[in-house]
């Protein structure tokens, strides 16, 4: 009798210990700044596996409720903040959340937790892994679910990308001043423009003019990366090259384009980007700062 009570409990512990499998690995390690999304909605557990990539060294960008685009991904659907980072985290996870089912140290019991790494831009699953069971924080058998989750996303990067907290490639708007227009007077076309929840620079360069992301709504660029580069061809007019993003059945394809910047006041400028295939797109954007694009002048000139 007490061989079969022990033979039982047994089995009841031992289906409760955690286990996992890592179904999908990328197939080319991710060469970019070590950023993800994620949803805090997606669960109470999220905090933990926020706190554990963070660990890796990821920037972990919380998905907020405004912005936000639905994608289906294998019958399933999740939302990300277009205004965040390339990657996004997607986590469906079934437990109980009540107290009288929470472990001692605060884990759950899953029935189940799948981990999806997806391309925001080809919206594509790149990397799974999928575990049921105990999780930490469930003592004596506690299991690794978060762990694994981050070690998967952190094995997706290439070991050459440094934690992003070293990196240098986050550009707000304070620091593009600082950096691209202090104490000086700025020719009509640069400063920081808007466009859609998207922001950008366009500084002097020695050769002409660059236009830098500082966020994208998109996504399709990184904060800090340089889209645009073009020269002055009359007092309103400039041309020169950037990069055109064409999407077509949820896939995003990059060409390089001819573009045709044109000052239309103070405050505005259109630009038209023409593709090699003849494929165009046509902007129109505001500017940010200077809000008064004479007055910050004058205020420069006068030593202000």
Known sequence: MKKIIFGFLLISITSCIAIGEQTLKVQ????????????????????EIERRLQAEGFKVIISSSSGQTTVTNKDKQFKYNQATAKYFLQINA??????????????????YIYANLID?????????????????????????????????VSDSWHPSVSASKNTNTNLTQEKAILDY???????????????????????????GYDEMTI????????????FGKFKKV????????????????????????????KLESN????????????????????????????EYNKKISAGN
């Open 94 to 111: 079934a437990a109980r959340t009540d107290l009288m089912a929470r472990c001692f140290g605060g884990g759950y019991n899953f029935d």
């Open 215 to 226: 966020s994208s709504s998109s996504g399709f660029t990184q904060s800090g990366e340089i």
């Open 234 to 261: 009359s007092e309103l007019n400039y041309s020169g090259e950037a990069t055109f993003f064409w999407k077509e059945n949820n896939e995003v394809t990059k060409f390089p384009c001819s573009t045709n910047v």
């Open 120 to 152: 925001i831009q080809t919206q594509e699953t790149i990397a799974s892994i999928h575990s049921r069971g105990f999780s930490e924080g469930c003592p004596p058998i506690e299991g690794a679910i978060y762990t694994n989750i981050a070690k998967m």
């Open 181 to 207: 227009f202090s104490n000086r007077k700025l020719d009509p076309i640069e400063g920081i423009w808007g466009r859609d929840r998207s922001v950008s620079l366009i500084k002097k360069t020695t050769t």
């Open 28 to 47: 080319n390690k991710i060469i970019a700044p070590k950023e993800i999304s994620i949803n805090l909605n997606s669960g109470p557990w999220m905090g």
């Open 267 to 294: 405050n505005k400028h259109s630009r038209t980007c023409v593709t090699k295939d003849g494929r165009s797109h046509k902007d129109e954007i505001m500017r940010i700062w200077p809000e008064n694009f004479d």
